[in-house]
Structure formats: structure tokens, C-alpha cells
């Protein structure tokens, strides 16, 4: 480790989430079967994961890769001491995320309308205010809810999103009962100045509710915003196996910060996460072998 670096910069320790069987998966053309998800997923519990987003309960026409949504989630390990999560857009996923028996969903909204308008068929101020209803269903059903913002740092149609609605649609979530927030770099328009910006005005607002950054590298600056948020205190991120991911309505993206890349940097930082990198690694070797294909990440690729 570089004498250089000040640990006082940065928390001790963060949690990360696991999005690839989620974010990652849903934008992979080829249908990847349920018993490799289910191999993926048992990988990267043994790898040290404790929080795994698996799945979302969405129309299988829009995104097919999801359409074993229920029988992932029966088949999921029982007392792994994991939390698994799925992703809810609307009344229909809820209801099935709730009948399937997981215990965590999320619930999320675009602060961009053309964003809202593409991806759930509604226009910003509906998907808002149904995204309050859903998360004080998803509370009174007894499920551990995160409620989130997509294009919290910008929009292709739109360029950069009003901050004050980010904080507004925070601060309407928080108000309905979510357990954490997040803000979600969608469209990877996100920079460390934007990011320490942001946070600086949300946080107050957010105050004693968890606040996460999922982060998108499509410009290159995934890492470096990461380092922006541990900067404001932040100590929860998403990452992606292998750099997977991306949203199928927006041109252009690109996947998640890449779940090795991010252990290295948290690594060489002295930020702990009880992660083991190599056996992440061999996830992505194993999926990206399947595929046949090579992801962005960089880490996986090499012996750590």
C-alpha cells in the first residue's frame, strides 16, 4: 500500500451489494439458464457476499432473461445468512416478489420523465407517486424495502437532473418507510464533482436512512465517483461480477463497476468487506466462458 494514502479519508469498512444475477443478467442477450444463475449466485455467497440482488419481477416479454423469476427465487439456499433482493417496478412485480417468498425488494424510480417514460411506460410524477404507495405496501407486507433513483446524476434525453428533485423524491421515500435509499448513476454521466455535490445536498435529508451509490462506468469514472462517495462517508455501493451490466433503455450503456476492480481499489485504500476477490473472479471466468464472451471488468481476467 502507498504511504501516501490517508486512510483517515475513508470509512473502515463498506458493504457491498451484488447486482450481476440482476443488472447484469437482464442485459445479456443470450438466455442464461436458471441452474447457472443458481451456480453464480452460490459462487459468490462463497466468495463472501452478503447481499445479492438475484432477480426482478418485470414483464418477461420486455426482459425475457427474467422470466424464471419465481423458480430462481424457491430455489435460492435457505440459511446462508444472506439477503436477497429482487427489483419491483410496478403493483403486478410487487405482489409476485411478495407471493414468491423473498424477504427484500427494491423499488425504484427515474428522476428523468423521459428516462420514467421508456423504462416503465410513466410519465415522472406518476411513477413518484406509485413508487410511494409501493414502498408502503412492500413495509406493510413485513419486506425490507430500498427505494431508489435512477438518472440521479443525469439523463441522455436531458442532460443533468435538477438536484432538488433528487432530493425531493428522496425525502417522499424516506417519508413512506424505506429502510435505505439509493441514488443510481444510470446513464454513467456521473463525476466526483457531481457525485460529492449531490451527496452533499441529500444527505441531510436522507439523515439516519442508509444511502448507496450504483454506479455505471460507461464514461470511465465509475471508481473514481466511488471514491467521491466513501470521501462524503458513504459505506454502501453496487457492484457488478465482472463489470455486467447495463439498462436496455438507455443508449450507449454500459455495465456496473466491476465487483473485482472495486475490492482491489477498497483494498489498496484499507477499506475492509470481507469479500474474496479471486473466488469473484471465478464467477466471472466461469460466466464469461459460457457466454463467450469478455466483460469490462479488468480484475477478473487476472490473478489476485
Known amino acids: 500500500m502507498s504511504a501516501s494514502v490517508d486512510q483517515n479519508r475513508f470509512p473502515p469498512r463498506v458493504t457491498l451489494l451484488e447486482v450481476g444475477p440482476r443488472d ?6 443470450a438466455v442464461i439458464p436458471t441452474e447457472l444463475k443458481l451456480e453464480m449466485i452460490h459462487g459468490l455467497i462463497a466468495a463472501g457476499l452478503k447481499n445479492i440482488q438475484v432477480t426482478s419481477f418485470v414483464n418477461p416479454r420486455k426482459v425475457p432473461q427474467m422470466a424464471d423469476a419465481e423458480e430462481l427465487v424457491r430455489r435460492l439456499p435457505k440459511g446462508a445468512g444472506v439477503c436477497f433482493s429482487g427489483l419491483v417496478l410496478n403493483r403486478i412485480g410487487l405482489e409476485r ?8 425488494v427494491e423499488i425504484s424510480v427515474s428522476a428523468s420523465d423521459s428516462h420514467s417514460r421508456r423504462n416503465t411506460g410513466m410519465p415522472l410524477a406518476v411513477a413518484v407517486a406509485q413508487g410511494q404507495e409501493l414502498v408502503r405496501m412492500a413495509v406493510r407486507e413485513g419486506l425490507q424495502v430500498r427505494a431508489s433513483v435512477q438518472c440521479a446524476f443525469g439523463c441522455v434525453q436531458e442532460g443533468l437532473v435538477p438536484e432538488e428533485r433528487v432530493q425531493d423524491i428522496l425525502a417522499a421515500f424516506k417519508a413512506s418507510g424505506a429502510h435505505s435509499l439509493a441514488l443510481a448513476d444510470t446513464t454513467g454521466m456521473a463525476t466526483p464533482t457531481t457525485v460529492k455535490r449531490l451527496l452533499r445536498r441529500v444527505l441531510p435529508t436522507t439523515d439516519s436512512v442508509p444511502l448507496a451509490l450504483h454506479l455505471h462506468d460507461t464514461r470511465g469514472l465509475g471508481l473514481v465517483n466511488l471514491m467521491a462517495g466513501l470521501e462524503c462517508g458513504l459505506t454502501q455501493f453496487d457492484t ?3 463489470g455486467l451490466g447495463g439498462c436496455p433503455f438507455v443508449e450507449g450503456a454500459a455495465g456496473n463497476i466491476a465487483t473485482e476492480d472495486t475490492l482491489y481499489l477498497l483494498a489498496a485504500l484499507g477499506v475492509a468487506t470481507g469479500v474474496d ?3 469473484v473472479a471465478s464467477c466471472s471466468c466461469r460466466l464469461a466462458t459460457f457466454l463467450g464472451k469478455t466483460f469490462a471488468g479488468k480484475l477478473y481476467r487476472l490473478a489476485f
Open 240 to 242: 457488478a461480477f465482472g
Open 97 to 104: 416478489a411478495s407471493r414468491s417468498g423473498l424477504g427484500a
Open 24 to 29: 447484469g443478467f437482464q442485459f445479456e442477450q
Open 277 to 279: 476477490g479471486a473466488a
